[in-house]
């Protein structure tokens, strides 16, 4: 037995309260690679305040995460994720969270849950919204409907890409990442990540999306937190802590086609980012 609890379909689960200051998002900075060149995200004392990267939107919905019953967690792993933003973050204060699982889909081999998270300033103003889905490995054949297909996002043939942007990650990204609130031990523990199917611990699949946050911001945002609007990614392959992150972006009726990669793989696909 899997050991989901599906009564949760459809049920909005409370409101929990998220607080957080300057120390909290300069940590989450850091754990996404931030380096002192880029002193407006890791120091409080910056001339213009201290600025807060988009993709901490996916660090305070952690409080409204909802039960899903009696779940196994390194084998608990991210299928997708789409983030959207309706305005930047403050530098501390509270996010009022809340989330709902829309549904359970049976993959066969893996059990598919998407849940819907928001987050609302404390004056219930929107701050974002948030999709995710997440495989649990070995819960699948439960006889559920396997759900729909999702659009098919490739990069164009034979095009450079509009923007490219190298970042390496360090032996011990995911020991520092992990301190914003993820403590799943598939990416500290040996033991727990062969138990999950991992050769050895692996990146949190929201570290690798916070630093292609970065390469996006930068690259085309210009550093402007307030155009950052939309990042969706399918998560397609591991990363280990020490590889490198590359991510590339073509710019496509409006949005970027985004791909990330390592030297083995390509880890982030299926992916556009929306910015002003």
Same mark, same amino acid.
């Given at each position: 037995?899997?050991?989901?609890?599906?009564?949760?379909?459809?049920?909005?689960?409370?409101?929990?309260?998220?607080?957080?200051?300057?120390?909290?998002?300069?940590?989450?900075?850091?754990?996404?690679?931030?380096?002192?060149?880029?002193?407006?995200?890791?120091?409080?004392?910056?001339?213009?305040?201290?600025?807060?990267?988009?993709?901490?939107?996916?660090?305070?919905?952690?409080?409204?995460?909802?039960?899903?019953?009696?779940?196994?967690?390194p084998k608990f792993i991210h299928g997708e994720e789409l983030v959207r933003l309706y305005k930047p973050f403050?530098?501390?204060?509270?996010?009022?969270?809340?989330?709902?699982?829309?549904?359970?889909?049976?993959?066969? !081999?893996?059990?598919?849950? $998407? =849940?819907?998270?928001? @987050?609302? &300033?404390?004056?219930? *103003?929107?701050?974002?919204?948030?999709?995710?889905?997440?495989?649990?490995?070995?819960?699948?054949?439960?006889?559920?409907?396997?759900?729909?297909?999702?659009?098919?996002?490739?990069?164009?043939?034979?095009?450079?890409?509009?923007?490219?942007?190298?970042?390496?990650?360090?032996?011990?990204?995911?020991?520092?990442?992990?301190?914003?609130?993820?403590?799943?031990?598939?990416?500290?523990?040996?033991?727990?990540?062969?138990?999950?199917?991992?050769?050895?611990?692996i990146l949190h699949g929201l570290c690798t999306y916070g630093f292609a946050t970065r390469a996006i911001l930068?690259?085309?945002?210009?550093?402007?937190?307030?155009?950052?609007?939309?990042? !969706?990614?399918?998560?397609? $392959? =591991?990363?280990?802590? @020490?590889? &490198?992150?590359?991510? *590339?972006?073509?710019?496509?009726?409006?949005?970027?086609?985004?791909?990330?990669?390592?030297?083995?793989?390509?880890?982030?696909?299926?992916?556009?980012?929306?910015?002003?």
């Amino acid at each position: 037995m899997s050991g989901l609890d599906f009564s949760v379909v459809g049920k909005k689960n409370p409101e929990k309260i998220f607080k957080y200051n300057s120390k909290d998002v300069i940590l989450y900075a850091l754990g996404i690679g931030a380096q002192t060149s880029e002193l407006p995200f890791i120091y409080e004392g910056v001339s213009g305040g201290l600025k807060v990267f988009p993709s901490y939107a996916t660090i305070p919905r952690r409080v409204a995460f909802p039960k899903l019953g009696k779940i196994s967690f390194p084998k608990f792993i991210h299928g997708e994720e789409l983030v959207r933003l309706y305005k930047p973050f403050s530098s501390q204060g509270e996010i009022i969270c809340s989330s709902e699982v829309t549904n359970i889909y049976d993959k066969g !081999k893996a059990a598919v849950i $998407n =849940v819907t998270f928001t @987050g609302l &300033s404390s004056d219930r *103003e929107p701050l974002f919204e948030i999709e995710s889905s997440f495989f649990y490995l070995g819960a699948g054949g439960f006889g559920g409907d396997r759900g729909p297909k999702t659009e098919s996002l490739i990069p164009p043939e034979d095009t450079p890409p509009d923007f490219s942007v190298t970042y390496k990650t360090t032996e011990n990204q995911a020991a520092l990442y992990r301190l914003n609130g993820d403590f799943n031990p598939l990416h500290i523990d040996p033991e727990a990540a062969r138990f999950g199917g991992q050769e050895k611990p692996i990146l949190h699949g929201l570290c690798t999306y916070g630093f292609a946050t970065r390469a996006i911001l930068y690259s085309g945002c210009g550093g402007d937190v307030s155009r950052f609007k939309e990042f !969706k990614v399918r998560f397609t $392959n =591991v990363v280990y802590p @020490g590889e &490198s992150l590359t991510t *590339e972006g073509w710019k496509v009726d409006g949005k970027f086609i985004i791909q990330v990669k390592t030297e083995r793989a390509v880890v982030l696909s299926n992916a556009y980012a929306i910015v002003d």
